[in-house]
């Protein structure tokens, strides 16, 4: 076996060869990367057989080499995205998956295969849980006695059933499109006709506040940024935060000792700077705001600021909501140049505010601040 190894390596390298000038350099043979990511799934029959079906996958390869742990003295040769049968006994055995690219170099992984009596599987303990850092995943551990595989089902209308197929032992992680509560379904199989199926009623949920910090912003002088909030410049003194006309609220919490804003019940949430002389943003070129909604929030975030001194206000998008992240948003500060404000040098208000009011739960936000370059 190992001779036609060599010769298949030895004639993709002479076919590149032939296709080279006599000036190419074949270097490159030697810096492709082997396969990576094999993985290998057991599907025991239910018909008291013994047939096992072996599936390997990897990326970046040609061909598989199947040892399969037995008494078996060659291994099966199997080309990518193809399976083999074969036969086993009842008991332990380890089988050996080689995969190949199409230099001939090469990774292995040996993984247990149980083939149990052939009897329905036993003492079947299923753990459900959500993700503690990914919306709407459930993460699914199973053991039995006597049993190789099992079956999620779920219990979405309107996807194929199952959804996924892994080793006894093996955590699968299904992401669902919607939240909601569902009707769940394990099947645990052996090597037998006969199953053991476990059935419950389960809430898949999402997060709805960041588990991260927003980003650190850049160093920057003292004179270049006026700060309306944010741990790394030194803030302006506000004389109302939120204003008592504000539609919501507004209350500072933190994540990873960094201090944010968590917006509720978001209408629109009204800064009073001062109504003397306000603050001075001129010369700033442009606002930044980071911000955090969970996923699937679409609504639209708008900035306002006014000057109730010479009159006048101008608005600022930050467009379209993306969810499950802090964004960061860089808005030039021309686009304020389009309301009827008369002038940046004296802005007493900031508002907060969003487009459509179904369907946000909370807004987080951090480093909101105007600068210049």
């Known amino acids: 076996m190992k001779h036609i190894k060599t ?3 030895a004639l993709i390298i002479l076919f590149f060869i032939s296709a080279c000038t006599e000036d190419e350099n074949l ?16 599907k025991i029959t239910q018909d008291n057989t013994g ?14 080499d199947v040892h399969f742990g037995d008494t078996t003295l060659e291994p099966a040769k199997l080309e990518q995205g193809t399976t083999v049968d074969h036969i086993y006994g009842e008991g332990d055995y380890e089988v050996t998956v ?3 690219n199409s230099t001939g170099k090469s990774i292995e992984i040996s993984l247990p295969l149980v083939v149990p009596p052939f009897k329905a599987p036993q003492n079947l303990v299923v753990t459900l849980e959500n993700d503690t850092a990914v919306s709407k995943q459930l993460n699914i551990t199973t053991t039995a ?4 595989t099992y079956e999620f089902y779920s219990g979405e209308a309107s996807v194929t059933q199952p959804v996924a197929i892994a080793n006894i032992g093996d ?3 299904y992401q669902y499109t919607e939240i909601g509560v569902y009707d769940i379904k394990i099947i645990a199989n052996s090597g037998g006709i006969a199953t053991t199926e476990y059935a419950t009623s389960f809430e898949v949920t999402q997060i709805l506040a960041p588990l991260t910090s927003a980003p650190i912003p850049k160093t920057r002088d003292a ?6 909030f944010s741990d790394k410049y030194t803030d302006v003194s506000l004389s109302e935060l939120p204003t008592s006309w504000s539609a919501g609220g507004l209350a500072e919490t933190a994540v990873n000792g960094d201090n944010i804003w968590k917006l509720t019940n978001l209408d629109y949430i009204g800064i009073v700077t001062n109504y003397a ?5 001129s010369s700033m070129e442009k606002m930044h705001i980071d911000y955090w909604v969970p996923e699937g929030v679409t609504n639209g975030l708008l900035v306002k600021i006014v000057n109730t001194v010479d009159s006048g206000e101008a608005v600022a998008s930050l467009g379209t909501t993306v969810g499950g992240s802090w964004q960061s948003i860089e808005v030039d500060m021309s686009v304020f140049n389009a309301g009827n404000l008369s002038n940046k040098n004296k802005i007493t208000q900031i508002l907060i505010d969003v487009l459509e009011l179904e369907g946000i739960s909370a807004v987080y936000i951090d480093n909101f601040y105007f600068y210049k370059n």
């Open 51 to 64: 047939v096992v079906t072996v599936i390997p996958t990897a990326e970046g390869t040609v061909y598989f």
């Open 171 to 173: 955590v699968i992680n």
């Open 98 to 100: 080689i995969a190949y």
């Open 145 to 148: 006695d006597f049993a190789s």
């Open 277 to 281: 002389s306000g603050i001075d943003l």
């Open 7 to 9: 010769i298949y390596k």
């Open 27 to 42: 270097d490159f043979l030697e810096n492709v990367a082997p396969p990576t990511n094999l993985e290998a799934i057991f």
């Open 223 to 228: 004179g270049d940024v006026v700060s309306i």
